[in-house]
């Protein structure tokens, strides 16, 4: 379902300005079965109306990394192993 | 002589060692109170009486042909239920391992028996270690026995770790920590618990909950004795590819009893702030005795810090899906509900900000090792508040009501990420005579200085003489709920 494009005309209710991450913290019940597809979890329509507040909470937990200018920082790639 | 059951790891192992107490009688000291409190406490999710009984008698055989002992000759310990064990089952506390029986023991589990520690059975957790209140739906949730008037949350996720080691059901015992899940029950049981460096134990035969924030760590009442464990468990373990290959050093010896010249960095920024009124005063105390006691201590701040919580998430929910998805797709009724929306809550991570993540690690890491080398520890409170009640879902910390799961994890997972080990010692009580515990953090591979510093504050401090009003005699802690976990107990 993500991540939209930078400047892409956001598509649904919860996106919120343009950042590659885009915004996205409300879901449509077609983006949850897009997301619920693409992650093969076979999950029916009305657990997904209850899974609704986990998924838009997590949205908005997620949307945070967006706000901290990363830059250059070099991702944790390997363990710390010495 | 004191009660058994109320000696600690080294106390035991001295007393063994020197034959001035049989290993057969105290392994037999704990499987009564165990049969006397646990119906009630639900500590424990199998129980290997037998077993224990064997190998107490064969460890006295040993002993009596003029063996040396090794430092855990005859100490009974007791484990999550995530470390595999040989011919043992382990269930993770889940309905979809309920029958699984591992072929052999995890790293740290052969490598406590090999110091001679005698496993009397597997402990209760949140289910799949994922969940910081170490609620279990399938086999009863484990009762904080500090409250003996309300079912209390014991934390999690080793919350029957937490107990058993509170409740004197076992005199040690080993936890995970994913995100807090040996540090919370520590502190919501008023024991001591400690997460070591990432690569510093094995996690070769540990059920993963996320492979890149999962440590393992020792929980018993005291530092020294948390000490005395890992000194059995850590080191390079082929089978574990993260483990580092440095020696180990002898922790016990480090305990100089002195904190004398430490410097001590009191984290208030998002740490202090937003704790409860009780436990900041309790965290302030401590700084003040660790100042007492000659460190030095000042205020320090972590600025990328709230990005702990976003990172971790996804970081933790990527790499938990990714584990669950082969059970999430063909059982999904058979995981508790909480659990199932966790994981599923995964599946809306995108990879870009999976990365976004392990850049927010690497920042705070970079953070707090440049602190870290100004001050050799850095100091918090390890919850915010303290034990809730079972189903309580939020909490009042000041002003603000805050989601009890979120609140429970906000402490400690800053640590989970960046790998760097921490003690969470008790250091005081609410009125009510609930447990708070705070978070001694140094630097990595630097155990040995956190360690040091937390028996030093444990032998100026009285805070571990206090016993849960449920650990009381064996036999009085029966009631409501009393019995064997559905289909638990060998």
Redesign the interface.
Same mark, same amino acid.
Not at chain 2, 7 to 21: G, N, P
Not at chain 2, 218 to 233: I, N, Q, S, V, Y
Not at chain 2, 362 to 387: G, I, M, N, W
């Given at each position: 379902m993500? @991540?939209r494009g930078e400047g892409e005309a956001p598509a649904c209710q919860g996106c919120r300005g343009p950042g590659?991450?885009a915004r996205v913290t409300r879901l449509t019940l077609d983006e949850l079965r897009l997301?619920?597809r693409?992650?093969?979890?076979?999950?029916h329509d009305e657990e997904l109306e209850?899974?609704r507040p986990?998924?838009e909470?997590?949205?908005a937990?997620?949307?945070?990394?967006?706000?901290?200018p990363?830059g250059d920082?070099? @991702?944790?790639?390997q363990?710390? !192993?010495? | 002589m004191a009660e058994l059951t109320e000696l600690t790891v080294a106390e035991l192992a001295r007393m063994i060692a020197s034959k001035e107490v049989s290993p057969v009688e105290v392994v037999r000291r704990y499987l009564d109170r165990i049969a006397a409190l646990d119906g009630h406490l639900r500590a424990f999710l199998t129980v290997c009486a037998e077993p224990a009984l064997a190998a107490a008698r064969q460890a006295e055989a040993d002993l009596g042909a003029g063996r040396t002992p090794g430092p855990l000759h005859g100490v009974p310990v007791a484990l999550k239920d995530l470390f595999d064990t040989a011919g043992l089952r382990t269930t993770a506390g889940s309905k979809i391992l309920a029958d699984r029986t591992p072929r052999a023991d995890a790293t740290v589990v052969a490598r406590l028996r090999a110091a001679g520690a005698i496993v009397l059975g597997k402990l209760n957790l949140h289910e799949f270690a994922y969940g910081p209140e170490g609620v279990n739906e399938h086999y009863g949730t484990p009762r904080n026995p500090w409250d003996a008037a309300r079912h209390r949350i014991p934390g999690g996720s080793s919350s029957g770790s937490g107990v058993a080691v509170a409740a004197g059901l076992a005199p040690a015992t080993l936890g995970s920590d994913t995100g807090g899940s040996v540090r919370i029950p520590a502190a919501l049981c008023g024991i001591t618990g400690l997460k070591p460096?990432?690569?510093r134990v094995s996690r070769a035969g540990v059920l993963p909950l996320a492979w890149?924030m999962d440590h393992v760590g020792p929980m018993a009442r005291t530092a020294a004795d948390c000490a005395l464990l890992l000194r059995c468990m850590a080191g390079y373990d082929p089978a574990d590819?993260?483990?580092? !290959?440095?020696p180990v050093p002898d922790y016990t010896s480090a305990l100089t009893g002195s904190v004398r010249g430490l410097r001590v960095g009191l984290l208030r920024a998002f740490f202090l702030e937003g704790a409860a009124p009780e436990v900041v005063e309790a965290v302030e105390r401590a700084a003040r005795t660790l100042e007492a006691l000659g460190a030095k201590v000042d205020e320090v701040a972590v600025p990328?810090v709230?990005?702990a919580?976003? #990172?971790a998430?996804?970081i933790v929910?990527s790499e938990a899906?990714a584990y669950h #998805?082969r059970w999430?797709?063909a059982r @999904?009724g058979d995981y508790q509900r909480d659990v199932r929306?966790?994981l599923?809550?995964g #599946?809306?991570?995108?990879g870009?900000?999976y990365?976004?993540?392990?850049?927010?690690?690497?920042?705070l890491?970079r953070e707090l090792d440049e602190l870290l080398t100004r001050h050799d520890l850095l100091l918090a409170p390890t919850t915010p508040v303290v034990a809730p009640v079972v189903g309580q879902t939020e909490v009042t910390v000041g002003d603000a009501v805050v989601d009890v799961r979120t609140a429970l994890i906000r402490l400690t997972r800053p640590f989970n990420l960046t790998?760097h080990p921490v003690c969470s010692v008790p250091c005081g009580f609410t009125a009510d005579g609930l447990p708070i515990g705070m978070q001694l953090v140094g630097r990595?591979?630097d155990e040995a200085t956190v360690l040091r510093a937390a028996d030093a504050y444990q032998r100026a401090t009285e805070w571990l003489q206090r016993r849960p009003p449920l650990a009381g005699a064996a036999g009085g802690g029966a009631g409501p709920g009393s019995g064997a976990a559905p289909g638990a107990r060998g």
């Amino acid at each position: 379902m993500r @991540p939209r494009g930078e400047g892409e005309a956001p598509a649904c209710q919860g996106c919120r300005g343009p950042g590659i991450l885009a915004r996205v913290t409300r879901l449509t019940l077609d983006e949850l079965r897009l997301l619920a597809r693409l992650a093969d979890l076979g999950v029916h329509d009305e657990e997904l109306e209850a899974l609704r507040p986990a998924i838009e909470r997590a949205l908005a937990s997620l949307a945070e990394l967006e706000r901290l200018p990363l830059g250059d920082v070099e @991702p944790t790639t390997q363990y710390r !192993v010495t | 002589m004191a009660e058994l059951t109320e000696l600690t790891v080294a106390e035991l192992a001295r007393m063994i060692a020197s034959k001035e107490v049989s290993p057969v009688e105290v392994v037999r000291r704990y499987l009564d109170r165990i049969a006397a409190l646990d119906g009630h406490l639900r500590a424990f999710l199998t129980v290997c009486a037998e077993p224990a009984l064997a190998a107490a008698r064969q460890a006295e055989a040993d002993l009596g042909a003029g063996r040396t002992p090794g430092p855990l000759h005859g100490v009974p310990v007791a484990l999550k239920d995530l470390f595999d064990t040989a011919g043992l089952r382990t269930t993770a506390g889940s309905k979809i391992l309920a029958d699984r029986t591992p072929r052999a023991d995890a790293t740290v589990v052969a490598r406590l028996r090999a110091a001679g520690a005698i496993v009397l059975g597997k402990l209760n957790l949140h289910e799949f270690a994922y969940g910081p209140e170490g609620v279990n739906e399938h086999y009863g949730t484990p009762r904080n026995p500090w409250d003996a008037a309300r079912h209390r949350i014991p934390g999690g996720s080793s919350s029957g770790s937490g107990v058993a080691v509170a409740a004197g059901l076992a005199p040690a015992t080993l936890g995970s920590d994913t995100g807090g899940s040996v540090r919370i029950p520590a502190a919501l049981c008023g024991i001591t618990g400690l997460k070591p460096t990432y690569g510093r134990v094995s996690r070769a035969g540990v059920l993963p909950l996320a492979w890149s924030m999962d440590h393992v760590g020792p929980m018993a009442r005291t530092a020294a004795d948390c000490a005395l464990l890992l000194r059995c468990m850590a080191g390079y373990d082929p089978a574990d590819p993260t483990t580092s !290959v440095r020696p180990v050093p002898d922790y016990t010896s480090a305990l100089t009893g002195s904190v004398r010249g430490l410097r001590v960095g009191l984290l208030r920024a998002f740490f202090l702030e937003g704790a409860a009124p009780e436990v900041v005063e309790a965290v302030e105390r401590a700084a003040r005795t660790l100042e007492a006691l000659g460190a030095k201590v000042d205020e320090v701040a972590v600025p990328s810090v709230a990005y702990a919580a976003p #990172a971790a998430f996804a970081i933790v929910a990527s790499e938990a899906l990714a584990y669950h #998805a082969r059970w999430l797709r063909a059982r @999904p009724g058979d995981y508790q509900r909480d659990v199932r929306d966790r994981l599923r809550a995964g #599946a809306a991570v995108t990879g870009l900000q999976y990365v976004r993540a392990q850049q927010v690690r690497a920042l705070l890491r970079r953070e707090l090792d440049e602190l870290l080398t100004r001050h050799d520890l850095l100091l918090a409170p390890t919850t915010p508040v303290v034990a809730p009640v079972v189903g309580q879902t939020e909490v009042t910390v000041g002003d603000a009501v805050v989601d009890v799961r979120t609140a429970l994890i906000r402490l400690t997972r800053p640590f989970n990420l960046t790998g760097h080990p921490v003690c969470s010692v008790p250091c005081g009580f609410t009125a009510d005579g609930l447990p708070i515990g705070m978070q001694l953090v140094g630097r990595a591979f630097d155990e040995a200085t956190v360690l040091r510093a937390a028996d030093a504050y444990q032998r100026a401090t009285e805070w571990l003489q206090r016993r849960p009003p449920l650990a009381g005699a064996a036999g009085g802690g029966a009631g409501p709920g009393s019995g064997a976990a559905p289909g638990a107990r060998g």
